[in-house]
């Protein structure tokens, strides 16, 4: 059973930056594909980035490439969101989850969400 804390939400201005951390236990993030998701309010959940487990191959949305980096720290057992040039349309609830078969899609696990507000 793998469990995702997700932290490092808030408040921001628009243009400015904030990390997300999704923390991983009872298992390693270096095996399994882990993803960041959001879920702007009133719209469906939507996909923002990922890392695969073994490959590290990354791949992200055109709406926050060039924007955003998701990295991986295995000795933390942690990968990150960093948010930089932060839009209004960015605020959602952000939510990291785990493909423990580490086929890039397959996402069993999933964070309790951290809230993403951007004030213009």
């Known amino acids: 059973q793998v469990h995702l804390v997700e932290s490092g939400g808030g408040l921001v201005q628009a243009g400015g930056s904030l990390r997300l951390s999704c923390a991983a236990s009872g298992g390693t993030v270096s095996s399994y594909t882990v993803g960041w998701f959001r879920r702007p309010p009133g719209k469906e959940r939507e996909f923002v980035a990922r890392?695969?487990?073994?490959?590290?191959?990354?791949d992200y949305a055109n709406s926050v490439k060039g924007r955003f980096t998701i990295s991986r720290d295995n000795a933390k057992n942690t990968v990150y969101l960093q948010m930089n040039s932060l839009k209004p349309d960015d605020t959602a609830v952000y939510s990291c989850?785990?493909?423990?078969?580490?086929?890039?899609?397959?996402?069993?696990?999933w964070g309790q969400g951290t809230q993403v507000t951007v004030s213009s």
């Open positions: 890392i695969m487990g073994r490959s590290g191959t990354i």
């Open positions: 989850a785990a493909d423990p078969y580490d086929l890039a899609g397959a996402f069993v696990y």
